[in-house]
């Protein structure tokens, strides 16, 4: 397969898509959307599950003891062990979902559970990898946020007079702080994921060679790269913007028969007999599941589409450059069989 840049992987990616998930099946559409969806979940960094920071301000022991029941302590950390528990469990189920997603597109097949069994032995790798990572972006983020804070504290709070050049500066320093750390998270979430998993995956590989054959990859063509990068964000803009204007359509397609019936049904029964009007409540409830169960599989069809293509792209991009990928998405044709030499001559 030969490399793509990161526009010309664009209309590979939307054909394969296309392959994959026809013909339609509401059933391969469910699945494949639960699949994409638990694995965008692990797309994200592990912050601390079931855990607001403290607060930043605190009363004292001897200012809270008296308000605080031993009953009040176990409830708190039953609720604590069950959001760790919760999502720890989300980690790994997500982490596992990422694995399966890369593989079921790559593969082109839609059978979930050969392909959960085998990737397992590469989970507890990218997980260690992902926890990690996260720590040490955690730790770059620290260091920005701290000047962060100095300058939101520093701001004048009082508005009584016009804001002065430092004000302005200021706030626009903040700004690029911000979106620094975005930048930072976003970029490490896409490197990890479409540079580092694969190698996982595909190749067997230890987290140090990954790591390795990607940093090796990207020192080879950085503008290519980068190019991708910049080109993935315009690509997650563009998705998320037809994934809302599908959902805003499927909504006004539900809601027109749904209450029309609802209203139908209002002007009947709401001043009839009790027995019509508990009618009429128990249908309103009826229809608002029906609404709600309908609304959902809508939800998850439409982005079974949008991250299967999303993870079609990343793939297609790096097919040119990882012969295992490249092998999976075009299979070499196969060498014709040797020609047989002709007969000899007999000898008369």
């Not at 392959?19 to 994409?36: E, I, M, Q, T, Y």
């Not at 607001?52 to 009953?71: E, K, L, Q, Y």
């Not at 990954?210 to 950085?222: D, H, M, V």
Request: charge should be positive; glycine fraction near 8%.
């Amino acid at each position: 397969m030969i490399p793509l840049s990161a526009t010309e992987a664009i209309s590979p990616a939307i054909e394969h898509t296309k392959a994959l998930l026809r013909p339609f099946s509401l059933r391969l559409w469910l699945k494949l959307g639960l699949v994409a969806l638990l694995a965008e979940m692990g797309a994200q960094f592990i912050f601390p599950p079931g855990g607001n920071p403290a607060p930043a301000h605190s009363t004292g022991i001897g200012g809270v003891a008296g308000g605080i029941t031993s009953m009040m302590v176990a409830v708190f950390v039953a609720i604590a062990v069950v959001g760790i528990l919760v999502g720890l469990a989300l980690i790994y189920l997500s982490s596992r979902m990422q694995l399966v997603l890369m593989d079921l597109v790559a593969t082109r097949t839609t059978l979930v559970a050969p392909v959960w069994h085998r990737t397992a032995s590469r989970t507890w790798r990218w997980i260690g990898f992902k926890v990690a990572a996260f720590f040490a972006i955690f730790i770059v983020c620290a260091i920005l946020v701290v000047p962060f804070i100095y300058l939101v504290r520093s701001l004048p709070r009082s508005n009584a007079q016009p804001p002065a050049p430092a004000f302005l500066g200021s706030f626009v320093l903040i700004f690029l702080l911000a979106f620094a750390v975005v930048l930072i998270v976003l970029l490490a979430i896409w490197s990890m994921r479409d540079f580092v998993l694969p190698f996982l995956l595909f190749e067997d590989a230890t987290v140090g060679d990954a790591l390795s054959s990607a940093s090796t990859l990207i020192r080879n063509e950085p503008g290519s790269f980068l190019f991708y990068l910049f080109m993935k964000f315009v690509v997650t803009i563009v998705a998320g913007i037809v994934a809302e204007f599908c959902i805003v359509i499927c909504m006004l397609i539900l809601c027109l028969p749904l209450g029309g019936v609802a209203a139908a049904l209002w002007f009947l029964l709401h001043q009839s007999s009790p027995f019509g009007t508990a009618v009429m409540y128990i249908t309103f409830g009826l229809l608002g599941l029906v609404f709600l169960v309908v609304f959902l599989g809508a939800i998850i069809c439409i982005m079974c589409a949008v991250l299967t293509f999303y993870q079609a792209y990343a793939l297609y991009f790096l097919g040119g450059r990882i012969p295992v990928i490249g092998n999976l998405l075009q299979p070499p044709s196969p060498e014709p069989p040797p020609i047989a030499p002709p007969p000899m001559p007999a000898l008369s």
